[in-house]
Each structure stands twice: as structure tokens, then as C-alpha cells.
């Protein structure tokens, strides 16, 4: 046997084909901007494959992508196209999944499948978590101009973000009919991993959106915050309309013009909100829709408050003369200097 033979269950076409229509799509029903996302990872993969091996994507088979292959591919990323370890973890996620899909489809490759599976993620520091306090938020909800239809939009939008902590795709995608004013009432939203969900609403909350929708609907927009043709607003256009309030708003509260204010951190400060109303994490974690309690920790690290509050109840410390520890052991005192 000289060389490769090109079988075709070993190539890697049919089965990037059947991974994004069959697993992703049909069975899994995953969400557009995870589609978008694993695409991407093995656009860039099959770009660097085409460059390293000189073959062309629909010519590569399994055996191509190995554990030093994809290994080289991520550290490519890093090297040429400088990403986060956040971002090289998200690649490495999508590649992770597709080989746990070839591994029932291809068993042969099984030693290859879990050599690359157990690549592991690279460890990166934790990006400190933004929020606005009360103030920040007040002046920021009185920023828009509520004499116009946009200002109107506006303010109920940021209200609503700022109460619920939806995720900017939730808020984007929500219609006139997933808001419910009678009793209990509450905005249904259907999140990340297609999980539907429900957060109650607050009296102002309430008032606001009563108020909005009973504004004429553009163009029979059935968005619930459409833009001045009916159609929903895009990301880029909710952020545009935020910095625009978070300006204004800067003039009234200071503090703000030194910080970055994307939607993210109003779904922050929503978290933060109820942390600071004794809110258990469980329950902020089923608020904003995590997968697990561990995700909703981040908020008890960056709330400052909590943590003073927690050090006035620590006994004050003796004033003896203290004790200074003494290494009788080479292999220890090494430790110690460290």
C-alpha cells in the first residue's frame, strides 16, 4: 500500500454535510448563530487545511485532521490571527462536537477521534464583569425622549432589558404577543438551546409595555420593537441607540462616560439588581435563562458590596507579635520563596 486511499466514508465531505444538516439542524435544532458560528470554525479550518496540505476541502478525509493537525490549526489562530483563548476555545468547541458525531459515524477512526477530543481548552482569565448601578441605570431609562414614537420605543426597550436581563437575540426576537399584562404577568422568550421561558415583570415594567402596546403597530409590525419600516431591529442598530442614550444620559451621570455600555451589560446589571435584593443564584440563574448555577457565580465575585459586607463580620485580627513560619524542610523552604 503506497499511499492514502480515498474511500469515500472516510471523506470528510459527506460528513460535514450530514454533521450540519442531520445532527445540527434536524436533530439537534440548534440555533441559527450556533450555525453560523461552527461554520465559520471549519471555514477557517479548511482554508488553513487547503494551505498546509495543498489539498482542496472536498478532497480531505478524516485521516487529515489529526490531533498535530488540529492542534497546529489552533495555534495558528492564536499566532496569525491573534484571537482570545476565549475565541480559540469556541473553535475547538465546534471541532469537538463534530468528532463526536463522526465517531458513531466513522468507528474505524476512533483512536484518531479521541486524540483530537482530547485536546483540551486553554485556560484564560476571567473577564471582569461590567454592570451599571442604580443611578447609571436611572439616568440612562430617562435618556430617551418620550415626546416621539422612537424615544417611546426607546425607553420601554431599555426598561425592559434593564428588568428582565434578556439576551440581546431574545429582545431582538420578541413579538407584540410574548408580552402578558394580566395577573402574573410576564414576557415569554424562547433562549439559547431553543428553551422557552418566562420572567415576571415589575409594576413600571408593566405600566410601560401596557403603554407601548397600545401605540399603533408600523407597517403591522408584529415585532414588539420594530424599526421605522416594521422590520426587527438588528444588533448593530439596538447598540447604535444605546450609546446614542448612554451619551446623553453621561451628562446627567458622569460615571457613565467612562464606561463601555453594550446590551450584555444591561442583562449584568439586571443580574446584579437582584443579587443586591438577596435574590439566591439559583433563582438569577433560572431568571436569565444559564445552563448552570456556576455560570450566575461570576456575579457574586464582581459584587464588591457583598464581599465588604461579608469582611465586617470577620473578627478583628489579635495584635500580638506574630509568628513568623520557619521552613525546616529544603523542599519547603524552596516552596515558600516562591
Known amino acids: 500500500m503506497g499511499g492514502r486511499t480515498m474511500k469515500q466514508g472516510c471523506n470528510v465531505a459527506p460528513l460535514i454535510e450530514r454533521y450540519f444538516t442531520e ?5 439537534r435544532n440548534v440555533s441559527g448563530n450556533t450555525i453560523a458560528s461552527y461554520r465559520d470554525t471549519f471555514r477557517l479550518l ?3 487545511a487547503q494551505a498546509r496540505l495543498r489539498k482542496p476541502p472536498s478532497d480531505l478525509v478524516v485521516d487529515d485532521l489529526d490531533a498535530p493537525f488540529i492542534s497546529a490549526f489552533l495555534a495558528d489562530l492564536e499566532a496569525q490571527r491573534g484571537v482570545s483563548a476565549r475565541t480559540r476555545n469556541l473553535r475547538l468547541t465546534a471541532i469537538h462536537s463534530f468528532f463526536r458525531f463522526v465517531s458513531f459515524e466513522e468507528p474505524a477512526h476512533s483512536a484518531l477521534i479521541q486524540r483530537v477530543l482530547a485536546i483540551p481548552s486553554k485556560r484564560h482569565d476571567k473577564r471582569q464583569v461590567h454592570f451599571l448601578t442604580r443611578p447609571e441605570i436611572e439616568a440612562l431609562l430617562a435618556a430617551p425622549d418620550r415626546t416621539t414614537w422612537f424615544g417611546r420605543r426607546d425607553h420601554t426597550l431599555l426598561l425592559l432589558a434593564v428588568q428582565t436581563g434578556l439576551r440581546l437575540s431574545e429582545l431582538i426576537n420578541l413579538d407584540r404577543d410574548a408580552i402578558h399584562l394580566g395577573v402574573g ?3 415569554r422568550c424562547v433562549g439559547k ?3 422557552e421561558r418566562c420572567t415576571p415583570l415589575t409594576a413600571h415594567a408593566r405600566g410601560a409595555l401596557k ?3 397600545k401605540e399603533p403597530a408600523r407597517h403591522h409590525a408584529n ?7 416594521g422590520g426587527r431591529l438588528s444588533a448593530d442598530s439596538i447598540q447604535a441607540l ?10 446627567r451621570c458622569p460615571s457613565l462616560a467612562s464606561k463601555r455600555v453594550s446590551p450584555h451589560v444591561l442583562r449584568h446589571s439586571a443580574a446584579m439588581e437582584l443579587l443586591q435584593a438577596g435574590v439566591d443564584c439559583s433563582v438569577i440563574a433560572l431568571w436569565l435563562g444559564h445552563e448552570t448555577v456556576e455560570t450566575t457565580q461570576t456575579y457574586l465575585h464582581a459584587h464588591l458590596a457583598l464581599k465588604e ?5 470577620l473578627a478583628p485580627y489579635r495584635s500580638d507579635k506574630p509568628v513568623r513560619f520557619r521552613a525546616g524542610d529544603r523542599l519547603l523552604a524552596f516552596l515558600e520563596a516562591l
Open 223 to 229: 415585532a414588539l420593537f420594530p424599526n421605522m419600516h
Open 211 to 213: 403603554a407601548w402596546l
Open 46 to 48: 479548511f482554508r488553513f
Open 23 to 27: 445532527r445540527l439542524m434536524r436533530q
Open 242 to 251: 444605546l450609546s446614542k442614550h448612554v451619551r446623553m444620559a453621561s451628562e
Open 193 to 195: 438551546g431553543r428553551k
Open 309 to 313: 459586607a461579608a469582611l465586617t463580620k
Open 185 to 187: 404577568a410576564h414576557v
